[in-house]
């Protein structure tokens, strides 16, 4: 546990909160289609900066496992939220193609950008090798488990809920035990790097940050709905399609609070952190958010969640956990490995726009 000092200050996210009161008057009254989703994923931005920053303050004052359940559990509740309202409204390929996306974008995006931040400072950068390897490997175990229900598919015709959910738990299992690696048995290969730098002030109390955040939480949870509720028109006014929005559009309104905190690490030269933030978010997003929507999804749509991603989705996927193996490689990066992981990124969301 760590104790700070509580110094109040103003982060350039907090201006995307003022589209949250703005958002709700345009979903009572009806507003066009693209203005309501524009200004409700400005107001997710806000919303999901202030959940992160909230579980950040929380994480450092609790012990390692309790932070890593809090981290899990409302890291990626937006992306949850998005996808539980998505089924309901029957959107199936929009919620695989952001499942898709957020771990492109985590794996790509995010740590290209860090990269190419960092390099623009650092003539190299140096990060921790075991990390990132049981990271990329973890990965390469979550696209394995992800693909085959589609797979199944292309074999047999018809969707295995069963098959579906069978896969799922043993993803959940895998990433409890990858906690327990990282946080208990192997510990002291991982405590040094993910000490966060300490010259930020927090600010809000820890009681403060666990009221905002459930407030938040709540509160997002409605947003979404309002956001889901936009994109069937949304796509038929722009001739976006669902894949692309999910990919896209949902992927990186959720993600930009990690997306600037990874470049912000990435330019005090804490490389480790960076690659840990979008590695993370990735596997949390494939092991913790996948079986908990399959889990659930009965509840939500008759016969379940069947999680049947596209070939081309696959391949992307699969493609990503060959270029985070790597990352991870060298224990060394620069500022051209950040570019190309961003050019990779911008050939794949081009290849799904032009996807009909």
Sequence with gaps: MTNKKIKWHFHLLD?????????IIFYLLHVAALLSFLITAAALVGMAHLMAES?????NRVSSTISALVNATFGNAVELFIAVFSLRAGLFALVTASITGSILLNVLLLIGLAMLAGGLKFKEQKFNKDSAGLSSTMLFVAV???GLPSMYKMMVGTPSHEMTLAVSIILGIVYILSLIYTLVTHRHMFVVERQAPEENHDRWT??????LL???TILAGFESKFLVNTITPLVGKTGFTDA????????ILTNIPEITSAMAFARKNHMTLSLEIGMSSALQIALFVVPILILVSPLIVHGGFDLVFTPFELVAVVVTAMIANYIGSDGICHWVEGAQLIAVYLLVATAFYFLK
């Design 244 to 251: 692309f929005v999910g990919l896209v559009f949902v992927a």
């Design 55 to 59: 579980t950040s303050i929380i994480a």
């Design 214 to 216: 459930f407030l938040i």
């Design 15 to 23: 201006i995307f909160l003022i589209f949250v009161p703005v958002s």
């Design 144 to 146: 394995v488990g992800l």
């Design 206 to 211: 820890g009681r403060g940050a666990i009221i």
